[in-house]
């Protein structure tokens, strides 16, 4: 089984300060990671996504998030926030083989940006 | 434009009284699957289909129902509603290349209120 730990449910910053949202997952095999981002009143959408490669992934808005294996973390960072970026972070896993694999999500980050 | 639509977004009805969340997706996705958040517990999925007639059992399907018989087409069907149903639900579609890198698209959610 995998699970994916987001330790943060709330992180208030202000703007223009850089911040990070912590993600460790748990799982025996190797897995495929992503960020998705839920705007107030909105579905979830693709922030970005670890296939493989260079452990350092870029995303939209500005985000990029780092894959360390040794300590199974998938941490999101932006180096300056903006107003837009206020809204719910969720952390998910999947496993890369063994046909069907359901994914798995954190509990989410509320990120909030202070002006 | 690529999307997931789900209806209706708020809906408020009586316990026992059945209802039905309609989800169609227009980019040919051989993967639907149905999701409940809850403050606290983040995204657990229902029921999930690999594609046309293939349905299956996701965390948390007590009290649900779902029918995949068109590709685009994947309604929640809730016989008989409790209180405890009571949750932002979310459908979401994926690729299914058989190799679970492809992110989820996600509808933009139906509030459901079972008094």
């Known amino acids: 089984a995998q699970s994916v730990t987001q330790l943060d449910s709330q992180v208030p910053v202000f703007e223009e300060a850089p911040v990070e949202l912590r993600c460790n997952y748990s799982s025996s095999v190797s897995v495929y990671l992503f960020w998705y981002v839920q705007y107030p009143n909105q579905g979830l959408q693709l922030l970005l996504k670890?296939?493989?490669?260079?452990?350092l992934v870029k995303g939209i808005n500005g985000f990029e998030a780092e894959f360390n294996k040794s300590q199974t973390s998938f941490h999101l960072r932006k180096p300056s926030v903006h107003i837009s970026d206020t809204a719910e972070y969720f952390c998910a896993v999947r496993r890369r083989s063994g046909g069907y694999q359901k994914v798995t999500f954190g509990t989410g980050t509320k990120l909030q940006v202070i002006p | 434009e690529a999307q997931v639509t789900q209806n209706p977004r708020y809906l408020i009805t009586v316990t026992g009284k059945k209802l039905t969340v309609t989800c169609s997706q227009n980019m040919n996705h051989e993967y639907m699957s149905w999701y409940r958040q809850d403050p606290g517990l983040g995204l657990r999925q229902i029921y999930y289909s690999m594609n046309v007639e293939v349905t299956d059992k996701g965390d948390v399907p007590e009290g649900y129902k779902v029918s995949r018989k068109e590709k685009r087409n994947f309604p929640l069907i809730l016989e008989s509603p409790s209180p405890n149903q009571t949750s932002l639900y979310f459908c979401?579609?994926?690729?299914?290349?058989?190799?679970?890198?492809?992110?989820?698209?996600f509808g933009n959610g139906t509030r459901l209120t079972v008094t």
């Open positions: 670890y296939l493989s490669g260079s452990t």
């Open positions: 979401a579609s994926s690729l299914n290349r058989g190799e679970n890198n492809s992110p989820l698209h």
